[in-house]
């Protein structure tokens, strides 16, 4: 996991121990932590509003109110999640699961708005460009480009070898940064 630091200065980090991390930059004295059942080695996303979205191994997208650290709600996949959310303009999380699948949460209740489904494993973080258009890698050797309104295949892009990563860049429409 790589530490996000929030608007207030709190760092937020995911941990092999299964919680998440909260702490103050200024003295690196601890603010809260949030248990999982597994380890995380997503990194956490932060929305507009300050909601944390941490993926786990547990198979579960986590939205945390930033406040307290108490968990908003749960959306379960179907496998270990070490992507990196990214959230777009209007809230919605997309993260990507070890089930093939790539989901778009809404933020704000973690109901699904769609997935959609690569041929093989993939571990990639999500990126959304200015006009919405989802990209991720997967181990099937696809760069895909997908529509953020429907969750359509737009295109796909082929590569000698696998283009699954953990890292995540996410470009300048993402609250994620």
């Excluded at 937020?12 to 248990?35: P, T």
């Excluded at 496998?79 to 990214?86: F, H, K, M, N, V």
């Excluded at 529509?147 to 996410?170: D, I, L, R």
Aim: aromatic residues 12%.
């Amino acid at each position: 996991s790589h530490p996000v630091i929030g608007a207030d200065g709190i760092v937020y980090i995911g941990s092999g121990d299964g919680n998440l991390y909260a702490v103050y930059s200024n003295n690196g004295s601890e603010k809260w932590n949030f248990e999982t059942l597994d380890w995380i080695y997503s990194s956490p996303g932060i929305g507009s509003d300050g909601t944390i979205y941490i993926g786990c191994e547990d198979k579960n997208l986590y939205a945390i109110y930033s406040t307290n650290g108490s968990e908003k709600w749960r959306f379960p996949t179907g496998g270990g999640i070490q992507s990196t959310p990214a959230i777009d303009i209007y809230g919605i999380v997309y993260i990507l699961s070890s089930d093939r699948t790539l989901y778009a949460v809404h933020g704000n209740n973690g109901s699904e708005k769609w997935n959609f489904t690569t041929e093989n494993t993939a571990f990639s973080s999500p990126t959304i460009d200015v006009n919405g258009t989802v990209y991720v890698g997967s181990s099937d050797n696809k760069l895909y480009a997908i529509h953020s309104n429907n969750g359509s295949e737009k295109w796909t892009f082929t590569a000698s070898n696998y283009t699954s990563t953990s890292e995540n860049t996410v470009t300048s429409t993402s609250e994620n940064t």
